[in-house]
Each structure stands twice: as C-alpha cells, then as structure tokens.
C-alpha cells in the first residue's frame, strides 16, 4: 500500500542568494621533458597542487608520473600531485684560488711592466725633441723670403728652346738630303 500525502497549499520555490567569493588564481606553467605545457595555481609546483593540461584549468592531466625539463620528477594522483622529487645538484666547491696567486710572481710582473714604462718614456722623450725641432725649422723657413713662382719662365729655358727649335730644323733637313 501506497501512503499519499495531500498537500494543502503549494509552496513557491524561495531563492536563496549565495555570494561566491571571488578565487585567487595565479595561472602558473611548466614545459614537461617532452615538451608538454602544464598548468597550475600557485607560485611553483609541489604536493597538494592540481595540475591541469588547459589554460582554463579544466582538464587535469592524467595519473602518472612526469619529469619536467629541469629534471625535478612528480606523481599526479587524482589530477594532484601526491609526489614532488626535486633534482638535487651536487655543487663541487671550486678549488681555492690561494695556490694561483702563489705561483704569481708579483715582483717579476712589476719589473716587467716597469721595462715597458721606461721604454714608453724614452719614446715620449724622442718625439718631444722630434717636436722641438720641426717647430724650430718652421720658424727658420717663414723667416726666409719666399721663392720665385715657377710660373715665370726662367731665360734659360727660352733659350734651350730656340736652340731645340734650330735643331730640330737642322735634323728635318738632313733627312731631306738622304730621301734623294
């Protein structure tokens, strides 16, 4: 047997206002060793994070375990990773510099570099004397009268001319008398 209950009234549904707060996502990712991109919430990955395979954090990326580029390894649960494995860099301490510095010769280094200063100075000396006495030979040429403009035309030369005239009259009348 069936019990029915009769209602005597009807009773209109009531809304209930709910305010959602506002999450504070941070949309992080990482580059798997395989190249996938992965997204997250937070600043970096590490147990209790869900790991999504979209921009909208929607799709969790499969059970399994990862490895991402930097070489820290993860176990996805769930879509959360239940275990984060960091790579561990072994720093090996650089030999100390002290035994370097003792097989410099710091002395030697300063003799050596003083050779080249000395040589530098004497340089130096050589072209202020090479200086002095082109100024003095500058001064001794202005002070002399200047020479005649090679465009006036020496007598010589007018003479010289006249002759190479003749000559070559002469020379153009010989070889006349030998063509007969």
Known sequence: MESVVELDEVVEPVPVETELEPVDTKLAEATLEDGTIIYYDGEMLGVEIAVYTDEIMEVVVIDGDYVLENGDTFSIVNGVISEYIPIVVEETEPEPEEEALEEINFEEKYNDLMIVVDELKQQLEKFNKQ??????????????????????????????????????????????????
């Open 131 to 180: 200086e002095i006495e082109l100024k003095a030979e500058i001064e001794k040429m202005s002070a002399e009268p200047e020479v005649e403009s090679i465009a006036q035309a020496p007598q010589a030369t007018i003479e010289l001319t006249a002759i190479e005239k003749r000559l070559a009259a002469l020379d153009a009348i010989r070889k006349l008398g030998q063509n007969k």
